[in-house]
């Protein structure tokens, strides 16, 4: 059959600005005349073309997932594209994407994902470029992308039937090549050189018990083919296994309001010792012990304090980076072991810099987010296995362990308010008035808390030398306590706005209170200080995790 390469006429299409995670949109907006194929063309344009080049392409099953696929592979072809490795079924968890990259050395990669946004024929769809390191596009590419959507003018896409993608093997595409792959395979050999397999198998042979989440989203595959594959977790482990185009009209964000099913059961008299949920694109994680919430703050603590009991890690860490709203208690564990901790804005892209000339080994981020210099995005599986490798050495419950490391480092009681939606102008106006009174806030008292300090976050790259403003309001009180507000960017309508909350304690006869109540004093500081209420129209956020 005679495969044509179209030129396609075309203009530009208003909003296509990328923002940390790739650009995300409702899926009708996706599945407008154009729109795909105007955002995929200027990523072309912004990479300075794809002709010779090899990418890696895989998403995480929403709604449109294979449909997008196929676009985005008639385009490669169209625009000369050398190669194309694609996930089977154009299914990739990011992490496992990442990794694609790096191990087969492609020149960058298209992932389709909205992450832990919902899936479904009215939900949200996004598409990211990860760069030849495996990570998200930095600003420096992003703009190029941007820019393009600006000026487009035509497209250029193969006029072909849907190719198959169901499975493995290869096949040219007008002189492209199409690598289809299993998605799992790859991932999981770098997972068994991570991490100690016979440990953790010797953990579950010992009558451990686990629930793992998978939220009908893709780690169902990796979770059930590892956990319960290789490493010998009781069938039925894995729930929620596969992975669906409306996440089983779910939302697959695994903290305790979207992942309550698992929670309820973790706090119930019969809980397995272990609980974890990963994400639409399993890049997040959510840590549960039998009747104990891991914030993702304090896991991403515990995890560095604990690294030389996993191989990879064995000889200790180079330094840790966290995001700035990401509570302060990886900074303890830095300062015990005596290594360097950065604090970013949030965007992984920001890691990837610190990860790529060997500062740092371990990141995270408060919003579920871990990872490691293994590849350049968060990985939530990782955390999973991570997690069961430290309690197959150490035999201790979550609490116990939990519990032993706040005693040694204190404890960052911690909590984020989510006010979801908020219209977009009076979340503004909240930010630009609090803005505004930042310079004078210092050794004014509200409740029984008095101001440090208070500022906007910048941060100057160490790497790069480029400086990002504008990510965050923090205000600093004396005693350790902290609050910080941003506004979020990875929603598809509205103003999310998010509320950090956290308070140190060292007495160890405090370690065990609710983190609510041990933040209330803070909880009322920064309602007063920035009228959360008044100017929200909300008497509490939607979302609290």
């Not at 923002?19 to 996706?30: D, I």
């Not at 909350?501 to 920064?526: H, N």
Request: with cysteine; net charge negative.
């Amino acid at each position: 059959m005679t495969q044509t390469i179209r030129t396609v006429p075309t203009e530009p299409i208003e909003g296509q600005k990328p923002g940390t995670s790739g650009l995300r949109k409702k899926t009708p907006v996706f599945q407008q005349h154009h729109y795909l194929e105007n955002f995929i063309q200027s990523i072309w344009t912004g990479i300075g073309g794809v002709e010779g080049k090899t990418l890696v392409l895989g998403g995480d099953g929403r709604h449109f997932n294979s449909q997008a696929a196929q676009v985005v592979l008639r385009m490669a072809a169209a625009s000369g594209a050398k190669k194309v490795i694609v996930g089977k079924g154009a299914l990739l968890s990011t992490p496992a994407a990442s990794n694609l990259i790096r191990t087969r050395g492609a020149d960058g990669g298209i992932v389709l994902s909205a992450s832990h946004n919902p899936g479904g024929p009215e939900g949200d769809f996004g598409v990211k470029f990860n760069t030849a390191n495996g990570g998200p596009a930095p600003e420096s590419v992003t703009s190029k992308i941007f820019e393009a959507t600006k000026t487009i003018t035509e497209y250029h896409i193969l006029e072909s039937h849907d190719v198959g993608l169901r499975t493995e093997g290869s096949f040219t595409l007008a002189g492209m090549e199409v690598e289809v792959v299993d998605p799992v395979t790859d991932y999981a050999e770098m997972m068994a050189g991570i991490f100690d397999f016979d440990a953790i198998r010797a953990l579950f042979k010992s009558g451990f018990r686990m629930r793992f989440d998978a939220m009908h989203a893709v780690t169902g595959p990796y979770a059930s083919a590892i956990l319960e594959g290789t490493l010998g977790a009781a069938p039925g482990t894995v729930i929620n296994a596969i992975p669906l185009p409306d996440f089983g009209q779910g939302h697959p964000d695994p903290n305790p309001i979207w992942a309550k099913p698992l929670m309820d059961e973790m706090m119930g008299p019969n809980a397995p010792d272990f609980g974890a949920a990963s994400d639409g694109d399993g890049d997040r994680n959510m840590i549960v012990g039998k009747g104990c919430y891991v914030t993702p703050s304090d896991s991403l603590a515990v995890l560095a304090a604990n690294a030389t009991l996993v191989p990879a890690y064995s000889d200790g860490l180079k330094g840790v980076a966290r995001s700035m709203p990401t509570s302060r208690a990886v900074d303890r564990v830095a300062d015990a072991l005596d290594i360097d901790c950065y604090e970013t804005p949030t965007g992984w892209k920001f890691f990837g810099n610190l990860l790529d000339v060997g500062r740092v080994t371990l990141c995270g981020e408060e919003s579920a987010g871990t990872g490691s210099d293994h590849v350049r995005e968060k990985d939530g599986l990782w955390a999973v296995l991570f997690w069961l490798n430290i309690l197959a050495e150490k035999r201790q419950s979550v609490a116990e362990l939990m519990a032993a490391h706040w005693r040694e480092y204190g404890r960052n009681y911690y909590s984020r308010h989510d006010y979801e939606d908020v219209d977009s102008a009076a979340a503004n106006e909240l930010m630009d008035n609090l803005r505004g009174e930042l310079p004078v806030l210092a050794g004014h008292s509200y409740g029984a808390l008095k101001v440090r300090d208070a500022d906007e976050f910048a941060y100057d790259d160490p790497v790069d030398g480029s400086r990002a403003e504008g990510q965050g309001l923090r205000i600093w009180f004396e005693g350790g306590d902290r609050a910080v507000l941003r506004l979020s960017g990875t929603g598809t309508s509205g103003a999310t706005l998010r509320v950090y909350l956290e308070a140190l304690e060292t007495d160890p006869d405090k370690m065990d209170r609710d983190p609510q109540e041990a933040l209330a004093p803070v909880i009322s500081a920064v309602d007063e200080i920035a009228g959360i209420r008044k100017r929200t129209g909300r008497d509490a956020p939607d979302v609290i995790t």
